[in-house]
């Protein structure tokens, strides 16, 4: 029996050994897999902050970045103490070319930041909003309270362009994904559409006053969102020709900010006056508030990390960002406290 017993633990012994390896390579193999993910980079401007104090040494203003894997750790680039209202990262350059829109103009950097040129003049000042296009760098709009300038040179010239525009106050500029002769920018009355790179716009079917923000669907491009100051979010899924209101599930009416997962297009943020972060998972048909830990409920930028989806950037006016590593579920602050951040961008590299 004693022998039969001592024959036993020793297959039992050797079976456990045969497995211990094999369970070793398992969490060794799937550990990066499940739990880690591919760095990018967020990029995010400032417009002010509010512990400015008049003759003292002030807080930075203008761009700052960070990796996503730094908690609230920020560097700052390009000119120092503007007024940053937005900015444009090139993304087939790796962020070697980056536009600023700011107070005094366009500011643009070709070698990640190492040196910055002021692109426009006089002419052209407090710039909302820019895009670069992605297949020709050399054109680049941007927006702002007297209309749409357009270069097509990489800023050696800058031209007006807002033919068959009424309202030229101009909050935000696209540049279409799959065909870059079309452009959509959003205006006080509406949401306009250009075929031919600016040369002349035509309204689309929106035309609510205060349209702030129009953002265009990763995969299909005849899908858009508009966030308006006093009437919601609209969403048109045939290039602007009509527009239905998306009213399921939101409280408010002031929008500035609305974000696709690139990842998943039925997922989208949207944020506003007072709003906090709004979130749908069902292409906008309806939307359900995620605050949890959200101490500013007043957002002014949203951005999802194209290589993890669960991990959302909202800016908010004057309390810097905030992140979500699980899908806006939570939140917490990551840096850039007492700041107005206007706008944000994660990038894959």
């Known amino acids: 029996m004693i022998e039969e017993y001592k024959k036993v633990r ?16 398992v969490l060794v193999v799937m550990l990066p897999a499940n739990l880690l993910s591919q760095e990018s980079t967020v990029y995010a401007s400032v417009l002010s902050t509010k512990l400015f104090v008049v003759g003292a040494a002030n807080p930075e203003t203008g761009v700052f970045y960070k990796k996503t894997t730094d908690d ?35 500011h643009k950097t070709t070698d990640g930041g190492k040196t910055w040129k002021t692109t426009t003049g006089w002419q052209v000042t407090e710039v909302l909003s820019a895009a670069i296009d992605k297949a020709n760098p050399d054109f680049i709009l941007c927006t702002t309270p007297y209309g749409v300038f357009r ?5 050696a010239t800058w031209a007006e362009c807002n033919n068959g525009i009424k309202h030229v106050f101009a909050s935000s500029v696209l540049i279409d994904h799959s065909d870059s002769n079309t452009l959509y920018c959003s205006t006080e009355d509406g ?28 995969k299909d491009p005849n899908t858009l969102f508009a966030g308006t100051d006093n009437y919601g979010i609209y969403m048109t899924r045939n290039g602007g020709r009509y527009w239905e209101k998306c009213a399921a599930g939101l409280d408010h009416q002031t929008f500035y900010a609305i974000a696709f997962d690139p990842n998943n297009p039925q997922v989208l943020y949207a944020g506003g006056y007072v709003t906090g972060v709004y979130k749908s998972i069902d292409g906008g048909q309806s939307w359900r508030r995620m605050n949890e830990g959200l101490t500013n409920l007043n957002i002014h930028s949203l951005a999802v990390d194209p290589t993890n989806s669960n991990r959302v950037y909202a800016g908010t006016l004057w309390s810097g960002v905030f992140c979500s590593l699980d899908g806006g579920a939570s939140w917490r602050s990551a840096g850039l406290t007492g700041s107005q951040v206007w706008t944000i961008t994660v990038q894959p590299f």
């Not at 680039?77 to 993304?91: E, Q, S, W, Y």
């Not at 716009?201 to 129009?214: A, E, F, H, I, M």
């Open 10 to 25: 020793h297959r039992w012994n050797a079976a456990w050994s045969s497995l211990i390896p094999i369970s070793v390579f």
């Open 191 to 218: 949401v306009y559409r250009s075929g031919d790179q600016g040369n002349s716009w035509k309204r689309t079917g929106l035309s609510v006053d205060g349209v702030r923000v129009v953002v265009q669907h990763p």
């Open 72 to 106: 609230t750790v920020w560097q700052h680039t390009g000119p120092k103490n503007i007024r940053d209202f937005g900015l444009a990262v090139h993304a087939p350059s790796r962020g070697q070319l980056i536009c600023i829109a700011a107070g005094n103009g366009v």
């Open 151 to 155: 270069t097509m040179d990489g800023g």
